[in-house]
């Protein structure tokens, strides 16, 4: 399978990696896409991400172009490991917030120029992990 290094960075005082599983590419796994209407047309993606060596999260993500632009992009997130909160709660960082963060400013920095004045983002979060009404809005680097 080929795999690739797309992010790295230390989230709840551990190394975090991110891979692009990139034969996986343009798979849905029956995951539903619904990009704005300026988009027209669209590349899914997925990711893995590892937390002090073991396998966290798992990412599906849409991401939909206006012309050659990127425009929006859709992530369903799936909790892996158990040391993943199915909820944040208090104060301070959200892990799955920054975790999924790190992919989303991957995917920013390798589209460059070609980003649309406005990239919206939003998060699905499939179960157990709930609540995080904040994962969504604009995305900058």
Do not use: N
């Amino acid at each position: 399978m080929a795999v690739s290094l797309v992010a790295w960075g230390h989230v709840g005082g551990r190394v975090v990696m991110a891979f692009e599983m990139r034969d996986l590419r343009d798979f849905r796994m029956g995951r539903e896409f619904e990009f704005t209407g300026a988009v027209s047309r669209h590349e899914i993606c997925h990711y893995e991400i590892d937390a002090g060596g073991q396998l966290s999260l798992r990412l599906v993500v849409g991401l939909g172009y206006d012309e050659e632009y990127l425009r929006d992009v859709i992530v369903y997130v799936t909790k892996v490991h158990d040391d993943v909160p199915d909820r944040h709660v208090g104060v301070g960082e959200d892990i799955v917030e920054c975790m999924v963060c790190l992919v989303t400013t991957a995917i920013l920095s390798e589209h460059g120029d070609y980003l649309s004045s406005i990239v919206e983002w939003e998060a699905i979060l499939d179960a157990p992990l709930a609540g995080r009404a904040y994962m969504h809005g604009d995305l900058q680097l």
